[in-house]
């Protein structure tokens, strides 16, 4: 008998499906000579200070290096101590018994890090001896999962790949439990979370914000001219631009007198635009999010839905090709794909027998190649999914297609002695962007896509020019101008900033090696912004990203220390890369780790944190007891009281000065800029009522 472990439940259906295992028990299947059980996601994990007897945040037990690591079953938090998920705890025990009936596992969690983590921390903390092989998958079809058992690898294969997950494991935990209880020992036991990768992030975001806000307009001014030739209208625009006003409108009137401009030089070149590659996950995120407002989580949830419903390969990749072995199979995907009557006319401008190979690579597939859509046509999906999808498959038919060829044109005239430019650009062969023309239709006949996007760039078609023709002046005016600040960041411009984030280095030579490192992986880029925001570090504004205050204020504590620095965890990133390739040492990180770990602990003890002016307010309910405020709460602190107070009511965070209010005089001032359930801003006072529970009150008018 084997037992094979999937990640999920809905995997393992799939599986056994497929290898006719049809009888069901209590959290497995069984037939056929197979058991076929699931985890649900991390059901083991590295345990807290508290199961190595450290209990409370204590300067004297700072850094912590446990050795060896323990490892538990998941837990949850109930009241202020953490406690085993009784479902974790339910499914390892369904787990163990099912190993205990085999002589041997086959490994069928997710074919990644994260998912060759799930199962090691399980056969480790079982204590298991058995013999396992992996399954290594990259979609869930019928087809897929049958070659993938006909290929099964020796679980050694990936040993390496569980070094580098393991080493991620213990790093985050090293980083992120040491410095969380520094800062929080320094800031008066006020709780604090920093991570290797999360601090790097915020401090993208809040610098980003404090440039965009600190940026300092100017006004110039630029002269643009219109002309008609060949009974084509266009205009040419001032090469130079003024910062004085008076000076530019001078020369503005001496154009208009001279009312002709001279060719001096024509430039047309060809320019070819390769087809885009396929979609990786950070890539997918993006796009969803520029043209969809989606978040980078909710793209990776539909993705994942739709993996396991079997219509699109492995999601959380990050690389853009496919291997030459696969290559074979896309001729086949595209007829099937062709069967479906809203992809016909992109397929029909394909040229079959012909298409373009730029996205196979062998040597730039990872563990998973770019994502595609799947033989088995979908049904029965939600809007999202149907979106999200219908984007993966235009992103393969663009990417099978030959190259877009442009004619660019630019024309210097001048006037007088001062510049103006002509520019003009019209396309030769649409290539590529034939597809992006009726993917463009295809979105405003359905507006899914926000109309503000432009999806498709302003073509300029311009008559003929020679050097020295003469060209008349119709009409000339000054175009006043701002120069614009950094733009605050959307979701898609984070996750480019974070997979690019070795090129923000400013030190050239360490750029060079840094380049291609990102800080974060696609997979856990997506959770990184969801606990910066479930932290109440940043908040989505807009479409855009922006720090809380008390984001601003971690930001400002952390800004010039190693904790937020971006060159470092993209190292850190190299390192992890390196020990999945078995060119790395994973002890010698962890000694680094712990290095680095010694610092940054002792660089945030330093810190010198004044106390907030918090005033003392008794409990409404004992009348005995200080409450104690934080972040997030007001709360008593006599556990037979348990009064509590949530600060943050309708996205609003009640300050110091609204709580004092609110318990003083049983009502807060007027509040302002409130969200209601359905999205809509009001303003109201909060008054605490006789059950000394809250509620709102509406000004008369």
Known sequence: MKAIIAEKPSVAREIAQVLNVHERKEGYFEGNGYCVTWALGHLVSLGMPEDYGIRGFDKASL???????????????????????PSALKQLKIIKNVINQCDSIIVATDAGREGELIFRYIYDYLKCTQPFERLWISSLTEKAITEGFKKLQPGSNFNSLYASAKARSEADWLVGINSSQALSIAAHNDVYSLGRVQTPTLALICKR???????????YWQIQLKHRKEYLDFTSLSDAYWEDEKQANQILKATEREGRAIVEDVSIKTV?????????????????????????????????????????????TGSKYIPEDLWTEIPELIRILNTTDQFKPAISTLKFGNFNKRIVNDLKVTDHHGLLPTIKVPSAVTAGEKSIYDMIVYRLLESLSEHCSKEITQITIKVHHYPFNIKGSKIIAKGWRAIKGILTDHINSNNTIDNNVNTQEELIDLPE?????????????????????PKLYTEADLLSAMENAGRQIENKDQQQILQNMGIGTPATRAMIIETLLSRNYIIRKNKTLVPTEKGLQVYDLVRDKKISNVEMTAEWEMALDKIEKNEFNENQFINDIKRYTTEITNELLSLHIPLENIPELKCPKCQQQNLIIKDKIVKCPDDQCQWILFRFICGIQLSISHITALLMTRKTPLIKNMNSKKGKKFDAYIILKEDLSTSFEFSKK
Not at 209 to 219: A, G, I, P, V, W
């Open 63 to 85: 850094p912590i290096f446990p050795n060896p690591f323990i490892l538990t079953p998941r837990k949850t938090k109930q009241s202020n101590t953490y406690k085993p998920d």
């Open 209 to 219: 914000f404090q440039d965009h806000n600190h940026f300092e307009r100017k006004k």
């Open 272 to 316: 070819k635009e390769q087809s885009p590659l396929l979609f990786d996950l950070t890539e997918l995120q993006k796009e969803a999010n520029r043209k969809l407002g989606l978040s980078a989580e909710e793209v990776l949830q539909i993705a994942q839905s739709l993996y396991e419903k079997k219509f699109i390969t492995y999601p959380r």
């Open 465 to 485: 020019f020679k050097i020295g023709d003469e060209l008349k002046i119709s009409n000339a005016e000054l175009r006043e101008k701002t120069t614009t600040p």
